[in-house]
Nanobody, 120 residues
Framework: QVQLVESGGGLVQPGGSLRLSCAAS????????MGWYRQAPGKQRELVAS???????NYVDTVKGRFTISRENAKNTAYLQMNSLKPDDAAVYYC??????????????WGKGTLVTVSS
């Protein structure tokens, strides 16, 4: 199996910054895409940002110019730098990884989430 552990969430004032980390471990042959999703109370989980193994990022429009996703392939770790945070960014942030566990077995895994609260 593969475990994803997120860290870096917390309470921040509007306009502040946080950096989330997601470390993958376990039976990993390679990781195709790593992504960050979020889910606010009463809302559906949405994709915030994703990044391919080659480093190509993708963002939801609402975070473009404020959030930056990156990854260190050698460490199987992804990061989400969040700047200019708004109250609407408050949510539980989940890490997702699309993993080749062997040359024939590919699965998607989720972390347990980290809470981001944006409030003054």
């Amino acid at each position: 199996q593969v475990q994803l552990v997120e860290s870096g969430g917390g309470l921040v004032q509007p306009g502040g910054s946080l950096r989330l980390s997601c470390a993958a471990s376990g039976r990993i042959f390679s990781i195709v895409t790593m992504g960050w999703y979020r889910q606010a109370p009463g809302k559906q989980r949405e994709l915030v940002a994703s990044i391919t193994s080659g480093g190509s990022p993708n963002y939801v429009d609402t975070v473009k110019g404020r959030f930056t996703i990156s990854r260190e392939n050698a460490k199987n770790t992804a990061y989400l730098q969040m700047n200019s945070l708004k109250p609407d960014d408050a949510a539980v942030y989940y890490c997702n990884a699309d993993v080749w566990q062997t040359a024939l077995s590919r699965m998607s895994f989720w972390g347990k989430g980290t809470l981001v609260t944006v409030s003054s």
